[in-house]
C-alpha cells in the first residue's frame, strides 16, 4: 500500500504511542506511596510516548531528582521536572498542593517536607495502634520513608484481610483514617508562602466538590498559582467549571494521571499540552486553559 494512502496512514496512526507527545504533571514512585521506582516510571512514561513528566511524590522530592538525573542520561524518554506534593491543612481538612519550579536546595522548603514526613510517621503509628485495637497486627510491615494510607492498605490486602487496595479502604476506612494528635497537613497559607519564597508555584491539587470560586480567590491572594482540572476521577463538567473559575481568578490550569502504580490510573491517562505547562519554567508564559484525555479509577490515597 502506497505511502499516504489511507491504510497506511491508520497504521502509522496505531503505531504512535497513545499519549505522544503530551505532558503528565502528577505522577508518583516508591519514594512515597507508589509502586514504579522511579526508573520503572520513566519506562512506562516513555513507552506512553510522553514528552513531559513531572515525579510529585507526597512530601518528598527524592524520587523526582532520581527520576529526573536519569531522564537525562536517556534522550528518548521524557523530560522530568521535579516536583512535590505537599500535605497541607485548608478548612479543617487535609489538601494537596503541588508544587513546581522552586529550588531544590531551599532550606525552609526542605525543613517543611521533613516536618510533614515526621508528622506522617506519628498519624502510621496512630493507625497501626487504631488496627491493634481490632485485633489486627502487621509485623511485617516496614515503616516507609513517607508513610500513607496506601501502604497500610496495600499490606492489609496483601495479608489477606482485603480483597484489594479498594476493599481495604472500605473495610478499614475508621482504622486507616485514625489521626495522632496535630498529624495534620501544614497551615496552608505556610505552605503556600514557602512554596513561592522558594522560587515555586503552588498548584490546588485534584480541588474537591466543596471548591468554590470564593475560595480560590482567598487561595490566589495567599500565593496559588494554579488549580489542577484534568484529573482521572472528575466529570467533564467539574473540569469544565474548574477551567471557568481560574480564567476569572487568574489561576493556571494543569493536569495529570495521579499515577501509583500499574492500573487504569497510568501515566498520560489524563495529560495536557506541554506548552501549557511553560509557565512553570517561564514565569511570563502566557496563560490559557488546557484539555486532555480521560481515564478511570480512584484516586490515590495517602
Excluded at 512506562?44 to 527520576?67: F, P, Q, S
Excluded at 491539587?205 to 500565593?223: C, E, F, N, V
Aim: hydrophobic fraction near 40%.
Amino acid at each position: 500500500m502506497p505511502r499516504g494512502q489511507p491504510f497506511t496512514a491508520m497504521c502509522l496512526a496505531l503505531a504512535r504511542p497513545i499519549h505522544a507527545g503530551r505532558a503528565d504533571l502528577h505522577t508518583h514512585t516508591t519514594a512515597s506511596d507508589g509502586e514504579y521506582v522511579p526508573s520503572q516510571l520513566l519506562d512506562v512514561a516513555r513507552k506512553a510516548g510522553l514528552a513531559l513528566l513531572a515525579v510529585t511524590d507526597h512530601d518528598t522530592i527524592a524520587g523526582a531528582e532520581e527520576a529526573q538525573e536519569l531522564a537525562r542520561a536517556h534522550a528518548d524518554g521524557p523530560r522530568v521536572l521535579v516536583g512535590v506534593e505537599i500535605t497541607a491543612r485548608h478548612l479543617d481538612r487535609d489538601t494537596h498542593i503541588l508544587a513546581y519550579g522552586f529550588n531544590t536546595h531551599d532550606t525552609p522548603l526542605l525543613s517543611l517536607l521533613q516536618e510533614m514526613r515526621e508528622r506522617r510517621v506519628l498519624r502510621h503509628r496512630a493507625r497501626l495502634d487504631a488496627l491493634s485495637r481490632r485485633g489486627i497486627s502487621l509485623p511485617d510491615l516496614q515503616l516507609p520513608a513517607v508513610p500513607g494510607r496506601r501502604h497500610l492498605a496495600k499490606a492489609l490486602s496483601d495479608a489477606g484481610l482485603a480483597n484489594s487496595l479498594q476493599d481495604a479502604f472500605r473495610r478499614f476506612r475508621p482504622e486507616l483514617n485514625a489521626h495522632h494528635p496535630d498529624t495534620g497537613g501544614i497551615e496552608i497559607a505556610r505552605v503556600l508562602s514557602t512554596v513561592n519564597n522558594a522560587g515555586g508555584y503552588a498548584v490546588l491539587a485534584h480541588p474537591p466538590q466543596g471548591t468554590t470560586l470564593a475560595g480560590l480567590k482567598i487561595l490566589h491572594g495567599l500565593g496559588l498559582t494554579g488549580i489542577e482540572a484534568e484529573y482521572p476521577d472528575f466529570s467533564r463538567s467539574w473540569t469544565s467549571t474548574l477551567r471557568a473559575w481560574s480564567r476569572a481568578v487568574g489561576l493556571h490550569v494543569t493536569g495529570g494521571s495521579d499515577c501509583h502504580g500499574p492500573g487504569p490510573r497510568s501515566p498520560g491517562c489524563r495529560n495536557i499540552d506541554p506548552s501549557h505547562a511553560g509557565w512553570i519554567d517561564t514565569p511570563a508564559a502566557p496563560f490559557s486553559s488546557l484539555g486532555g484525555l480521560p481515564c478511570s479509577a480512584h484516586s490515590g490515597a495517602n
